[in-house]
């Protein structure tokens, strides 16, 4: 069975300090994991993803995330926020042949 | 090369009406997702088609709602007969295979009335 579980709904962090997301997942097979983000009544944009190449994968803006199969997490980082940052989260794990989500994380930027 | 078109972006209906929702995949991608999200929650999984077959609707509910991925055209969500609950965001993802990316459309939102 597959399935990602978020660990914070809610991260609120300053302008210019750093970033983390926590994704924790399991899957039966060896999944591809990704990352999207969503800003306010936008669409779904991928940040980053991971398919069994260099467990430390870097994406868009900054961000980056590593694979860790030991403690099944794949969790989001950026080492200083930007306000434009402010937006929801999603880790995804992917099996063959579907895309399972977490609830989100939406992250806060303070000024 | 456009990306993922959902159409379309806004939707209005009443209660007890029928809402038609559109995505046109990518080029050359011939396997869709729905997906809903509706306030205050993540994304939840509806249904993974690719041409002409439904591969996985274990997250459609199972009245009401229906989708198809034919041959040419479209793949259309199709939910009858909407209430107040269906209010939400639907997207629509495509991919080229099914363990890759996929790039999401713009969502339609629906509202009912």
Redesign the interface.
Known sequence: AQSVTQLDSHVSVSEGTPVLLRCNYSSSYSPSLFWYVQHPNKGLQLLLKYTSAATLVKGINGFEAEFKKSETSFHLTKPSAHMSDAAEYFCVVSPPDNLFFGTGTRLTVIP | NAGVMQNPRHLVRRRGQEARLRCSPMKGHSHV?W?RQLPE?????MV?LQKENI??ESGMPKERFSAEFPKEGPSILRIQQVVRGDSAAY?C?SSPK??????????TRLTVV
């Open positions: 997702y997906y929650e993540g994304l939840k999984f993974y591969i996985d997207f993802a099914g363990d890759t990316e996929a790039f999401f459309g713009q969502g």
